[in-house]
């Protein structure tokens, strides 16, 4: 354990701080690189909705830049001051409310579709990828490559219309969008988890079906490359039980790099998902980010690409830190 | 190239053929459609409206009768010169990254490696969307090329990255850097090469991924609408429901190019593969294998 908080934990730390402030710097460069002024475009509209008040005004300054006579330090110093404290002014496509307060909304709906959607692809797709990568060349490999090859190049929010089609409206078998019954009250109820799971059931199908393959191409090539090595050969001469060979042995050692692209492919599921929920209409970060497109609310954008990257980073860094556990050579590299 | 036809892959020589027929539509598609059909992607009530397929329009007609044929023709040309633009982009900042990154071991190298592990993290459709909408498609298909490439190289050049680690300390590179040969020189004469393999492969699907997030970003509506290509397509069938009237002419063409470009480039990616890793040449199907076979034997007669 003395170990594991040792250097590399710090460094790994230290790069994910850095990533963060990474992340939280774009925010504040972006819109003050772009032309147009989007600080006077947003401060526009918030005087079209109600008044606003010299405090608000400062605030979209502070975030968006245009504001005349102070460094840009002094905003840089401020702005980072408010992302501490969650600040990140109001929305304009659900005015009054702060942008906070709209993002929370959202996000554990996103989260728990996302979170499940990718575990299940993650553990389907290795499954798949080990069976294919054993024997490289049967039919059910060549077969199950050229399959994936084909589902991995479908786009996300393509197969979510395909679905939505298909099952909600030639079929009936499961409700159009949103992410529960309207007459529902949300809690640990049976009727809402009910409610909840059938509208859950073709957004997580729509990711699942398009990042399975990734999972599965990344497991069979790894596979593939380890099915000849000595101790693989060793294990299968020693007379153990095939299946001892194909999971204790080859795919222990073959999983490992797919775990430490799990990380990085986070990202991409989030990404993709983004456009699932726009389709399904589901109430998570998807469909906010949606509105606030569609009404050139910028403040949401904002608050929702940080809040975005920062649950990206921090799975990223959970998956980083396990994967020193499974992996004992990249503790010993310490 | 010709190594790759002359191994007579299959895979690869199909791929090709899918990728140089959409470049082909992509480049006279629209005067073809235009000229000689005399269909017009943007025309209203050029048949009735929510037609299906038929011989006056071979995909039938969108909300406001305009021919789907000739939208999906012209809209190949938007996709593909984005994909093309984006994934140039794209791969030649993963392959500057990646080399100097991996061929640096000083402070440069580890500070370059940093700057590319944090764009590998920070995930890069959320990015998009962002810039996208502060841009709402100022500039054109050119300028949404360029935001693309720009927000989605990290991953490749992790991979150049590698690569260049294994071959800096190879013989024939270190013998070039003992013999005095300039830094630049050592990397394009003596590493690129080696590379070319990878890029090629980083490259096809920097294009996929281009036209892709390309098809994402019109399809929420954060690119310019009024252009035709196949992500504004679905955005309007999807804004005009599409999907309620059953339209499936409307919105299957789209996804299916799209579908079709990536397959294309797994498919060579699959025999780049082969040709640059021999383990992987397992993956050959019963004939290819026999066929291999019979070459290994024909090598060792020669050799005798």
Same mark, same amino acid.
């Given at each position: 354990m003395t170990r594991l908080l040792g250097t590399p934990f710090v460094q790994r730390i230290g790069f994910y701080v850095l990533a963060a402030w990474s992340a939280v710097t774009i925010n504040f460069v972006l819109p003050r690189l772009m032309p147009g002024d989007p600080a006077s475009a947003i401060l526009f509209k918030m005087s079209e909705l109600g008044p606003v008040s010299e405090q608000q005004e400062e605030l979209v300054h502070r975030l968006f830049g245009g504001a005349r006579g102070q460094s840009w330090w002094h905003e840089y110093v401020g702005y980072l001051n408010g992302i501490v404290h969650l600040?990140?002014?109001?929305?304009i496509s659900f005015y009054p409310a702060t942008v906070s307060a709209v993002v929370k909304s959202g996000f554990l709906w996103t989260l728990l579709l996302v979170g499940s959607a990718t575990v299940i692809a993650f553990v389907l797709g290795t499954g798949l990828g080990i069976v294919a990568g054993w024997?490289?060349?049967r039919a059910l490999d060549s077969v199950g490559s050229l399959t994936s090859i084909f589902l991995h190049s479908l786009p996300y929010f393509w197969v979510a219309l395909i679905l939505v089609y298909v099952f909600s409206f030639t079929l009936g078998w499961f409700p159009l969008s949103g992410g529960a019954d309207i007459g529902v009250v949300p809690g640990f109820t049976p009727d809402f988890l009910n409610s909840a799971v059938r509208h859950a059931m073709l957004p997580a199908a729509t990711i699942v079906l398009t990042s399975v393959s990734g999972w599965m191409i990344h497991m069979r090539n790894m596979m593939a490359s380890v099915v000849n090595e000595d101790y693989v050969l060793l294990a299968q001469a020693k007379g153990l039980p095939g299946h001892r060979v194909v999971f204790s042995y080859a795919a222990r050692n073959a999983v490992l790099p797919s775990i430490s692209g799990f990380a990085v492919s986070i990202g991409m599921v989030v990404g993709g998902s983004l456009l699932t929920e726009m389709v399904f209409n589901y109430p998570g970060l998807g469909s906010l980010l949606n509105q606030a497109i569609v009404n050139v609310d910028y403040p949401l954008m904002q608050g929702l690409f940080l809040i975005i990257s920062l649950t990206v980073l921090a799975a990223n860094f959970v998956v980083d830190s396990l994967y020193v556990l499974i992996d004992p050579r990249t503790r010993e590299a310490a | 190239m010709r190594r790759l036809v002359a191994g007579g892959d299959r895979k690869v020589i199909l791929g090709l053929t899918i990728l140089a027929a959409m470049l082909l539509i992509a480049l006279v598609g629209p005067v073809v459609v235009s000229s000689l059909l005399g269909q017009s992607p943007t025309k209203l009530h050029a048949g009735p409206a929510l037609a299906g397929p038929s011989g006056d329009h071979w995909l039938g007609t969108t909300s406001?009768?305009?021919d789907v044929f000739a939208q999906f023709i012209t809209g190949t040309r938007v996709s593909v010169f984005v994909g093309l633009v984006g994934g140039t982009i794209s791969t030649f900042l993963a392959v500057l990254f990646g080399l100097v990154s991996g061929y640096h071991t000083g402070r440069t190298g580890a500070a370059l490696t940093g700057f590319v592990n944090i764009f590998l993290v920070i995930p890069g459709l959320p990015l998009l969307l962002l810039i996208a909408s502060y841009t +709402?498609? %100022?500039?054109?298909w050119a300028a949404v090329a360029l935001i693309i490439g720009l927000t989605s190289w990290a991953g490749g050049a992790r991979v150049k990255r590698a690569q260049t680690l294994s071959l800096r300390n190879r013989d024939f590179v270190a013998a070039a850097r003992y013999s005095g040969d300039k830094q630049s020189r050592v990397l394009f004469m003596e590493v690129v090469p080696h590379l070319a393999p990878v890029i090629a492969s980083t490259f096809l699907f920097a294009v996929v991924g281009s036209i892709a997030a390309e098809a994402g970003l019109d399809f929420i509506g954060a690119?310019?609408?009024n252009t035709v290509s196949w992500g504004t397509m679905l955005y309007w069938a999807q804004s005009q429901g599409a999907l309620q009237s059953g339209a499936w002419w409307w919105f299957l063409p789209p996804g299916l190019g799209i579908a079709l470009v990536g397959t294309a480039a797994g498919l060579v990616n699959f025999g780049i593969d082969e040709l640059s890793d021999p +383990?992987? %040449?397992?993956?050959?199907?019963g004939s290819q294998s026999k066929r291999s076979k019979r070459r290994k034997v024909r090598r060792t007669e020669v050799a005798a």
């Open positions: 600040d990140f002014g109001r929305s024997r490289p060349g | 406001s009768g305009v +709402r498609g %100022r500039g054109g690119g310019n609408t +383990r992987r %040449r397992t993956l050959r199907t």
